[in-house]
Each structure stands twice: as structure tokens, then as C-alpha cells.
């Protein structure tokens, strides 16, 4: 059962939507913000900043534009839980899904040959199922979505870019943290998007033979990477360091200066399609 939403969270809503509607954003963001310094955990108010601060095309917005634009032969997701985003495959697309706890039936609303794998990615990546195909083929598009901590999000992507195709598009979600109460180790709030963030300014020092951007778009960011290279081991022989280095990255800078830290680009398909073409990404 979910919590009630705090009477707080419905009157800075109530207001918001009002002055919103009134055209008063900068009035209708400093009463989100008011409430929140009551109160740390309203996600209602959490997600209504969020989508105030990055307006544009949402993350399931821009999951549909990259399967359209690349069509991607093989689909990789970590963490697919409903399936929401695994249905946004095309049919011509192959669909590999990987969730230690998936809800309902994830694969019923996907178009194309689906499998999914009830277990987790450390799991999955440990020992590549072999009627997954992913070692012969490997993966032209992947999403990881799955535990949000730094640690899990840098062994995604290790594993992942063990299996990944030449021209392969990597896609990070909840990469731009909205507040430091949000955006840590430690779920304490409802909306919670994790450390995983940390794992943009840990590419961007360790792997400069990446492309990286992110895009700014709500809820929190989504980041994009090409130039995977399978037989790159830097990452896997430096995971110890690394983890405890970025355990001690605070988040003020990447709240304060998104642009310096994260690598962002602009939520905008067009700029995504020429960035893409100077990226290598596609095939
Ligand atoms: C935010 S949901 C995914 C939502 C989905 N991608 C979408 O947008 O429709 C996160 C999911 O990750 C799963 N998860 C948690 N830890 C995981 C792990 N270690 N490996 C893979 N999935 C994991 C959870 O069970 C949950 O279903």
C-alpha cells in the first residue's frame, strides 16, 4: 500500500498548478521548493520541479525516438519492472530484458521476439544466457534502468560493454540528480534517483575514448554513450579504486553546474541526430 500524500504535498501542488496556469513559473517554482524545505519528502512535488526544471520530451519520449531512429536489431534492458520502456521496441527489434523482480507480465505488449531474464544484472552478466544470442551478436541499443547505485550502474556498464556491437548506443538513466536528499546512496525519500549519476563524471575522467551527453530531460536525465569498445578493460581492472573514490563525490556540483559535470546537450532531436552522426552511432 502506497503512503498517503502529505496534506503539504497536495495545498504547494494545488498552488503551483495555479500559478503555472497563471504563467507565474518563477512564483510556481519557489513554492515547490518552500515546501520542500518543510518537508524533505514530497515526490509529488519532487517529480512537478523536475519536469518544471526540464520541459521538452520526457526519458519514454526519447527510449521510442532512439528505436525509431536506429532501429537497433537487439535490445538490451536492465531493470524493466512493468515493461513500460521494453514496449517501445519495434517489431523488427529482438528484446532481452533482465529484472531480479519484474511486475505483471513485462514482455505481453512488446512487438517483436522478446525474452526475459528473472534475475540480476551482476547474474545475467556473470554468466551470458546462451539463448539470449548476445554473445554471438551482441546489443545495437541498451537502457540501464535497474538499481540506481553508483557500484551496480558501473558493473551495467562494464558488463554491458563486453556485448556490445560495433556502433552500439548505451543509454543511462537518472543521470542529472534534482536535489542532494534524492540523489544519494540511501533511499530516504519517495522519488529517489540514487548515485547512479556519479557514473557520467567517472566516464568522462576514465574513458575520454567515449562520446558522452546527456540529455536534460525529465525526471532526471538521460545519458548517452557510444564508442563502446568490448576489449577495453580499464573500467573492470580499476573497479575497486574507482568505487571508493566516486563514494566520496558530493553532488553540489553537479547540482549547482549541471553543464560542467554532466556533459549536458539539449533536449532536442535534431541536435541528438547530428551528435549521434559525429558520435558513431548506428549502424
Ligand atoms: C525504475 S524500474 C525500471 C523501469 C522501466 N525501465 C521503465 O522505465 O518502464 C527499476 C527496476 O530495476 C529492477 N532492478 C533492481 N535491481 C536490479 C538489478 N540488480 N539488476 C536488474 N534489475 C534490477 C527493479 O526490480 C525494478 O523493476
Avoid at 497536495?10 to 513559473?25: C, F, K, M
Amino acid at each position: 500500500m502506497s503512503a498517503p500524500v502529505h496534506p503539504l504535498e497536495t495545498a504547494a501542488l494545488r498552488r503551483w498548478r495555479r500559478l503555472r496556469a497563471e504563467g507565474s513559473v518563477a512564483a510556481a517554482q519557489a513554492v515547490l521548493w518552500d515546501a520542500l524545505a518543510q518537508e524533505p519528502n514530497l515526490p509529488g512535488v519532487h517529480v512537478a520541479l523536475a519536469r518544471l526544471r526540464w520541459p521538452g520530451p520526457d526519458y519514454r519520449h526519447w527510449l521510442t525516438w532512439f528505436h525509431q531512429h536506429l532501429q537497433p536489431r537487439v535490445y538490451l534492458e536492465l531493470g524493466v519492472e512493468h515493461g513500460h520502456t521494453l514496449a517501445l521496441a519495434g517489431p523488427q527489434t529482438r528484446v532481452i530484458g533482465v529484472d531480479p523482480a519484474p511486475k505483471g507480465d513485462p514482455l505481453s505488449r512488446c512487438a517483436g521476439p522478446a525474452r526475459l531474464y528473472r534475475r540480476t544484472s551482476a547474474d545475467f552478466f556473470a554468466d551470458v544466457p546462451s539463448d539470449s544470442g548476445l554473445a554471438d551478436t551482441g546489443f545495437d541499443l541498451a537502457f540501464i534502468d535497474g538499481d540506481h547505485s553508483f557500484d551496480t550502474v558501473l558493473d551495467d556498464v562494464i558488463g554491458a560493454e563486453r556485448l556490445a556491437a560495433p556502433g552500439a548506443v548505451l543509454l543511462l538513466h537518472d543521470t542529472v540528480p534534482l536535489t542532494a536528499e534524492t540523489a544519494g546512496r540511501e533511499q530516504r525519500t519517495g522519488f529517489h534517483t540514487g548515485d547512479g549519476w556519479k557514473i557520467v563524471p567517472c566516464l568522462r575522467a576514465l574513458r575520454p575514448d567515449l562520446h558522452i551527453v546527456t540529455l536534460p530531460t525529465a525526471p532526471s536525465g538521460l545519458t548517452v554513450v557510444t564508442g563502446l569498445d568490448p576489449s577495453n578493460t580499464l573500467l573492470g581492472e580499476r573497479r575497486a579504486a574507482i568505487r571508493e573514490s566516486y563514494a566520496r563525490l558530493p553532488p553540489d556540483a553537479a547540482l549547482s553546474a549541471p553543464s560542467r559535470v554532466l556533459a549536458l546537450g539539449l533536449n532536442d532531436p535534431d541536435a541528438m541526430r547530428r551528435w549521434l552522426r559525429q558520435a558513431g552511432g548506428g549502424r
